[in-house]
Structures are given as C-alpha cells and as structure tokens.
C-alpha cells in the first residue's frame, strides 16, 4: 500500500524498535523481555506512576509513605556501628529536621556531605526510630541552596535488569520526533500526554488520560472476543441431536431430582451440541451446585453418537473423583469410561491410550496427562475443563486441538461478577447454574481468633465423636521463616496429641499422587476422621460426611478460594460449620472481608463483594489472573467503565465496522500481543 500523502510515510508504529537511533540488537533484546518489540509497543508501555518534583515539601509537612522532593542543609553526619553499620545525615531546612539513613555508602559520599553543605534529595519519607527519616534517598549537594525545580510530572515507568529508567525514557523521548499519522486508531495525544506530561498537568489530569486509553483498550479487547465469536459461528463442528434414550435412563437411575437450575442449563448444552457450531459454553455454578451430572449428560449425548468425550480436571484427587461419578453412571448405560492421570503406572497409560486411540473408551476423564502430545482420540467432539480457572489458556487448546473443532463446556465454581463476564467473556455463552440441590443444610461460619485454639479443638474432637468428619486447612505445607502462618505439617504433628485417638490424615501438593490418591480414599471412606490438608482440596472434593472445617490464617486467602474451600462441608444431611481461625492483628480491611463470607454463602455475592472490596485482580477464575494482563487497563480500576464498553463496542460494530476494525487492530494487532485474546 502506498503511504498517505500527507501521513509522512508508513505509520511508524508498526516498525521495529531496531528502527530507533541507538537500539541495537541487545537493547532490543532487553525490550523485548518487557513485550516491546515494535515501536507501537514502545508507546504503550505508560508509565506505571509519576513523582512529583515539582515542589520542595517542607520538613514540617511530611508525612510517613509519602514520596517527595525535600531540601535542607546539613547539620550532623555520622556512622552508627550498630548490629547494622549505618550512616545517618540530619538535615534542617530552617523550621524542622529529617534524617537521611543509608546502609551502603562510599567512604568518599561522606567525606562530600559535610555540615553546612545543602542537599536536595527525593525518596519516600519513612518513621525512624528517632522520627521521619529518609532510607537511600536520591540526592544531590550544593555548597548553596539549589534553584529551580522541574516544571512538570517525572514519568516512572516499569522496566527490566539492564535497563534504567533513564535510558528508557530518553529511548521513549524519539516518540515525539517520529511522523505519526493523524488518523491513528490508538489516541495518539492522550498517549503522548501520559508520557511526556505538560507543566501543570495534575495527577488528576493523568488519571483522566489513563482513563481514555484504557477505555479504548477494553473496547478493542471485546471487538476481539467479538471478532472470535463469529469465527467460531462459522467453524463446523460434529451436530449431536438427540439419538438414544440414553439420558433418560441415567434419569431414572440417578437417585435424585435434578434441579431446575440443572434441567435449565442442560437444556441450554444439549441445544448447543445438537447444533453444527461448535459450542463454546461456560457454566458458572457455585461449589456444590452439580456442575458434574450436566457434564455427565453432556457426555452421554456424545456417546449416543459413538463420538468421544475429554473432561480435564487440575487435580489428580478431582480426575479420580469424577472418573469414579462418571463410571458409576455411565458404564451401566454400556459407555466405556477411561481415567488417564499422570500417576498412573507406565503400562496402564499405554493400554488406557490405545482404547482412546482406536475409539473404544468413548469417555476420557483425566488430568493434563490428556493432552501430552502422545495421547490422540478416535472422534473427540466435545471437551469439558472442569475448574476452569485452574488452566492456562495453552491447555485448554491444546485439549480441543485433540479433536476437530470439538464443542466445548468450560466450568467454574468461582462466580463471575456479571459485569467482568460481559466483556471478558463476550466470545462465550454463559450458563449459570443458581440453585443447590435441596436438603442442603446452611453452613454456620464462624470467626475465631487463633487464641482461641483450644475451643476450636474441643469442638472438633465432639464432632468427630458424633460419626463426622472434619478437614483443617493450611495456608502453608511447612514452616517458613518468612511467614507466621500456621503449617499443614506442624499442625498435623501436634493434633494427635490435642485430639488422642483420632485418625488423623496430611495431604498437601508436594506429596506424590498416589500418596495423596490414598489419602483421599481414607478420608472419603471414614477411615481417616480428620484431613489436614493445604489447598489443595480446594476444588471439587466431595465427601458427604464431613461437616466441619477449620482454616487456619484465613486472611491470608482470597474471598473466593475461601467460599470454595468452605464448600467442601455442608454437603451432606448434617449441619456444618466453618471456622475462620484468624491468627494475631486481623486487619480492618481483612475483618471486613471475612465477615463477607461469614454473612453470605452465595458465590455471587460473595464476588460481587471482593470485587468492590479489593478489585478484580483478586477474584480467581476471571481471565485477569494469570491470562489476561491489560497494557494500560487494570480492571480494579476500570471494572466500572465495562458497561458502557460494551455498550460503545456494539455501537462501533452496528454503525461503523471500519472504525472497529481500525482499533482493536491498532490495539491487538495479529491478535497474540493482546495477551487475554488467545483462543479458549
Ligand atoms: P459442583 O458443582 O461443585 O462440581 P458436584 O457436581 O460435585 O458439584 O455435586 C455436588 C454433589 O451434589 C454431588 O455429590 C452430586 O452427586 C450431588 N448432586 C448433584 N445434583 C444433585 C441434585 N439435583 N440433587 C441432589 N444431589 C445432587
Ligand atoms: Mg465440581
């Protein structure tokens, strides 16, 4: 394509970065390391904060935490030869004082600072043990007090080893030279704004800008998830329509009723798979909700059709727990179940593979030993990813690549605020299964601090004198020097003196798995009465019988990985109870969090609520963790603009398609730079 006349060349965003006076092949290297490879990256890359050196704050108005511009003159210098040689410099600035403390230092820096010299420094003001104090400061000396200051906002941008903040801003200081066209998508001068911020431009002023870029980036993130949509709409997948009877008769053989919620969402999956679109579905449901038995349908409709079926769960104690469901449900209707797990012997795995080679084993449940490269199926038409949360984008592809644009059902039992799923899911049908089965008994939670330890072991000792059993769960697998938090081992090694008698069981994620296959076993048949455990049975384990938890260290967990450990009790007919053991200084902030789950048992809610409370970073099970990671965007603080996201990214679609097309290229280019828009 010829230039536009008046663009002044090709857009240079599109360049590489190699194209820059003085970036050479290791420079570029080290950009690379922070995802800058073309110039249009280099303009992305915003600064992560300012500072403000635009005014000198006097001694006397500083406070702890605060980072800032300071001047005075010295009036002591000295070595203290304490447990830590350090050296100190008292300041004064003619109406208070602050000290400068320094840990590493040059004999030669001190022989420079002697009393009466003046001295400007930034840094972040800290409380000393003789008051305000400055640690390591940036500074500089004048035999007479320096004049002039900068006249607006310094950039600080994230970075890499190897590459200083100066010779990263001096880099993304060619940006304003290079011709670029006027008619770009990406907001050309809100981004130069952020990057070189005129004199008097306000932190408020910055935030707005942040706010306009990410806006167009979110924008450009669901036209991608849009664009995938209608991909996938005109892809062809295997049609599943109704063929046998087959559901009916695990119906009647089932043992209960399926919810409404359940007939609901499972009449949404079996219309999806009767179709020629390959579905793409994920079902929401709260831990204890029955997410298995409408995989199990889903399965069955498949298997009418000779067809095979993948389900991956990210534990091997999951794998096992669904392959023994699936079995006892399926294998009586004369569909043959295989588990294929990574602990498995040798010579197992090898016959367990040729029966999903040659298509005899119609349904496969297993962990990621499903998609090592040596595992291939006969006709895999649909796959289903159990705990979705739990697996990296690669995986879940790699699973469905196992087939020719199989269907997919994706579950998760951490609920999406529906606001996030709107735009972070928009490439996806949504099915939310809200209803638990009946007869369930409410699950009484309690806060107890650690103090109060022996109550809690007395209550635990009745309770597992009654016939239940009992899990306590850690934060940690083994003391750490680091961390106060009560250890899964530590815990175990003292119980059985607290407890005499009991039958007490370890599990945690560093033992082997068929250690901890064993132990699950144990537990789930009452031979073990009380399961201490990491959180590792944090998903899916399902044992009727136990009716009390304990979590040790409870703050130190997530909203949402609490709600789903916690989901693990109140299962069966007894009524449960879940102790929040919260260990020494709980937090303001963390006490209003625990009472969140103390009040509410609703998935729903309970992430609506770490949502306002801590942003969605926290929530796992949102495509923010671990996939999705935004250039400019941080959905805790933009979660709030996703409405009318949505709303404009439609608006662009119906009434100017070029427009949306122009952005969410500029913005996602060939889709894999925008990290969250790998395929599902
Ligand atoms: P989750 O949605 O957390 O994966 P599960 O599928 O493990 O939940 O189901 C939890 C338990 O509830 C299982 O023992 C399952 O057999 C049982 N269950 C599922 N649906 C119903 C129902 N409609 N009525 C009674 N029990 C049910
Ligand atoms: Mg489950």
Redesign the pocket.
């Known amino acids: 394509m010829k230039p536009h006349p008046d663009s002044g060349g090709d857009d240079p965003g599109g360049t590489s970065v190699t194209t820059l006076t003085g970036v050479g092949p290791a420079l570029a290297a080290t950009l690379s390391r922070l995802s800058i490879d073309k110039v249009k990256d280099l303009l992305l890359h915003l600064p992560s904060r300012y500072q403000d050196r635009t005014s000198l704050i006097p001694f006397k108005a500083l406070r702890p935490g605060q980072e800032c511009l300071v001047q005075g003159q010295v009036t002591d210098s000295r070595i203290n030869y304490g447990r830590r040689r350090s050296w100190m410099v008292t300041l004064n600035d003619g109406d208070g004082t602050l000290r400068l403390r320094f840990f590493h230092f040059a004999a030669r820096q001190v022989e420079a600072l002697t009393v009466g010299r003046f001295v400007r420094c930034f840094g972040e003001v800290r409380l000393g043990p003789t008051g305000l104090e400055m640690a390591h400061p940036e500074y500089r000396d004048y035999a007479k007090p320096p004049a002039g200051l900068e006249d607006s906002l310094t950039p600080v941008y994230p970075t890499t080893k190897g590459l200083s903040q100066g010779r990263l801003r001096t880099l993304i200081g060619r940006l304003r030279e290079l011709p670029w066209p006027k008619d770009s998508a990406l907001a050309l001068d809100t981004l130069l704004f952020l990057h070189f911020p005129p004199a008097g431009a306000t932190s408020e002023d910055i935030a707005e800008a942040q706010e306009k870029v990410a806006r167009d980036e979110l924008i450009a993130y669901y036209l991608v998830m849009r664009l995938r949509q209608r991909q996938r709409q005109s892809q062809q997948a295997p049609p599943l329509p109704r063929a046998q009877q087959l559901g009916r008769a695990l119906l009647d053989q089932l043992g ?4 409404s919620a ?1 007939r609901r969402v499972l009449r949404e999956v079996l219309l999806d798979l009767e179709r020629r679109q390959p579905m793409l579905r994920l079902l929401q ?9 409408v995989a199990a349908f889903a399965a069955i409709r498949a298997a009418e059709h000779g067809a095979q079926t993948a389900l991956m769960a990210p534990t091997e104690v999951l794998a096992e727990q669904h392959y023994l ?1 699936f079995s006892a449900w399926l294998e009586p209707l004369g569909i043959p179940v295989a588990l294929l797990t990574g602990g498995q012997k040798k010579k197992m795995r090898t016959s367990i593979r040729a029966r999903l080679a040659n298509g005899e084993a119609l349904v496969a449940v297993g962990t990621h030993a499903l998609i090592q490269a040596n595992i291939s199926f006969h006709n895999l038409a649909l796959t289903i990813v ?1 705990e979705q949360h739990r697996f990296g984008v690669h995986q879940r592809m790699a699973l469905r690549a196992k087939g020719h644009t199989p269907h997919q059902l994706i ?1 998760t ?1 951490t609920p999406i605020p529906r606001t996030l799923t709107m735009a972070l899911y928009a490439d996806m049908d949504v099915s939310i ?1 809200d209803e638990l ?3 369930r008994q409410p699950i009484t939670t309690r806060l107890v601090a650690a103090s109060r330890r022996d109550e809690v072991l007395a209550h635990t000792g009745r309770v597992l004198d009654a016939g239940q059993q009992a899990y306590w769960v850690c934060t940690l697998i083994d003391e750490s020097e680091e961390s106060p938090a009560q250890s899964a081992e530590a815990i175990w090694e003292t119980l059985p003196a607290k407890l005499p008698g009991k039958r007490i069981g370890l599990m945690h994620g560093r033992m082997k798995s068929d250690e901890k296959a064993a132990v699950m076993a144990a537990f789930k048949s009452g031979e073990l009465q009380l399961l201490v455990a990491t959180t590792v049975i944090e998903v ?1 384990v ?1 044992v ?1 019988n136990a009716s009390l938890m304990i979590i040790e260290n409870p703050e130190l967990l997530g909203l949402a990985q609490l709600h789903q450990l916690r ?1 693990r009790i109140g ?1 069966g007919a007894h009524k449960s109870t879940c102790v929040l053991l919260y260990g020494e200084d709980l937090s303001e902030a963390s006490r209003t969090r625990l009472k969140v789950i103390r009040a509410s048992q609703d998935g729903f809610h309970i992430a609506e609520q770490d949502l306002a409370l801590r942003g969605p970073g926290e929530i796992a099970g949102t495509r923010q963790t671990g996939e999705t990671r935004f250039r400019v965007a941080s959905l805790e603080r933009h979660a709030h603009l996703i409405p009318a996201i949505v709303r404009e990214g439609d608006r662009l679609l119906a009434e100017a398609p070029e427009a949306a097309d122009a952005l969410r290229l500029a913005w996602a280019g060939d889709e894999a730079q925008l990290a969250g828009a790998a395929a599902v």
Request: no cysteine; glycine share 22%.
């Open positions: 209960f009723e399926l919810t359940q449901g709260d831990v204890g909700s029955g997410k298995t038995v469901s159990d579950m039992a299964l089965p009946p007869g899916g399902d009727a989901g299962r």
